[in-house]
């Protein structure tokens, strides 16, 4: 089918994992089938696959960049925390919204459009859990050429250019605190003291609303209040991690443990600028319509504006977040290429040029072994040694039993992936 049946597959997932919604007990069931489906599928198609050397040559490349994605959000969780722990729960609760022109124009569309456009504009279709999945099954269908191999330089490029995109928002959001679109959701989530840290006590708070201290502050471009900075922070003890109190401000009767703290910091109330939601799903719709491109390109860009106008309709995210992020995530994807280079084809016509006069003698000759190993120099996988070949099968294994280990730790372990 020339690798068409993986748009099939992401339209059915889409499909089957909407039934929680609509039939959850069909849902339980089906769910887990089609995992187990497309997992012995792709299992199956291993000793078939002919690019395991350049699978080979990408995977330290892929390590590197897991290691990365991973410190960057090791960092996206201690400033997730921190914008929202330095200023205090009473700031959050009282500060009111930004306005936002895209929540007015949806709200005005609830009034002009039909209720059955309504419904579905309002319908939880896909989450964050559904593009990485998406993205999951792209990777892998490396194994049917879907897409051009390597499957590991493609995760790579996705990693890579997801942890440039997690840092540079971590650092953008980190920059300016901007109030939440749910004033209630830092109290919700969040325990953590209700007054401002001391940092903000001191640059902040006396200069926040008097405009007379404003430009005071301006003008002498120093801190001039002389008003009395309380400083009574609960500070546990936690060794080299201790410089992080700070950041995260525990409370004595809250979490100990400055990891456990960590984990519960996904899903901030003030990391808005630009949304991280909306990243991932740029991102994966820039690899599925580079790698893959046709009609299920069209539905995955789709799904991507569906996700994008209920993050603003909920009030997860302002509308400006949600642009920034598209245009973000497809700039950042361009200029990653060198990681995944589409170039295979290329190349291999290069090397047919230069053996078509040996194959068409061949060929002319009706001499087929001279025509298959003409042909296996053109493919860049060529067959070598018994040793290389074994010591071949054993990463093909160790890589796919890797890989869908990771897949199925990352979806059970994690919050919404």
């Not at 497309?38 to 995977?59: C, D, G, Q």
């Not at 039909?114 to 859990?129: C, D, E, K, S």
């Not at 995944?340 to 001499?367: C, F, H, M, T």
């Amino acid at each position: 089918m020339g690798g068409g049946g993986l748009g099939v597959a992401a339209v059915a997932y889409i499909a089957v994992d909407y039934l929680r919604h609509l039939s959850p007990s069909w849902h339980e069931v089906l769910q887990p089938l089609l995992w187990i489906v497309l997992a012995l599928i792709a299992i199956t198609r291993v000793p078939f696959y002919k690019h395991w050397s350049a699978e080979l040559r990408s995977a330290l490349v892929f390590v590197a960049a897991l290691v990365f994605m991973l410190c960057t959000l090791l960092y996206e969780m201690i400033s997730v925390r921190s914008v929202t722990a330095v200023l205090g729960l009473t700031w959050h609760r009282s500060t009111p919204p930004l306005p936002d022109t895209g929540q007015w124009i949806l709200l005005g569309l609830n009034e002009k459009l039909p209720q059955v456009v309504v419904n579905i504009l309002r319908a939880r279709i896909v989450g964050l859990h559904h593009y990485l999945m998406l993205f999951v099954m792209l990777a892998f269908s490396v194994l049917f050429g879907s897409i051009e191999a390597p499957g590991l330089g493609i995760g790579a490029r996705y990693m890579f250019t997801m942890a440039i995109g997690r840092f540079l928002r971590d650092i953008s959001f980190a920059s300016t605190i901007l109030p939440s679109p749910r004033p209630w959701c830092a109290a919700s989530r969040f325990d953590v003291p209700q007054h401002p840290h001391r940092w903000a006590q001191k640059f902040y708070v006396p200069y926040a609303s008097d405009s007379y201290a404003i430009k005071n502050v301006i003008h002498h471009d120093m801190v001039y209040d002389d008003g009395i900075v309380q400083d009574d922070e609960y500070r546990p003890n936690w060794g080299l991690m201790s410089f992080l109190a700070d950041f995260l401000r525990p409370l004595p009767s809250g979490e100990s443990a400055w990891i456990n703290l960590l984990k519960k910091a996904g899903g901030g109330c003030n990391d808005l600028l630009y949304s991280g939601h909306m990243l991932v799903a740029v991102l994966t719709a820039m690899a599925w319509t580079e790698a893959y491109g046709g009609l299920s390109s069209v539905f995955i860009w789709m799904l991507v504006a569906h996700s994008a106008q209920r993050e603003v309709r909920e009030r997860h995210h302002y509308t400006v977040d949600c642009i920034v992020a598209i245009y973000v995530g497809f700039l950042l994807w361009k200029m990653t290429g060198f990681l995944w280079p589409l170039n295979n084809k290329k190349s291999r016509l290069k090397k047919l040029e230069v053996i078509e006069g040996k194959l068409y003698q061949a060929a002319k000759d009706s001499d087929l072994e001279q025509v298959r190993e003409l042909l296996a120099q053109v493919d860049s996988t060529t067959k070598g040694q018994v040793g290389k070949e074994r010591a071949m099968q054993f990463f093909a294994g160790g890589t796919i039993i890797f890989a869908l280990t990771v897949v199925v730790l990352a979806f059970v372990l994690t919050s919404d992936g």
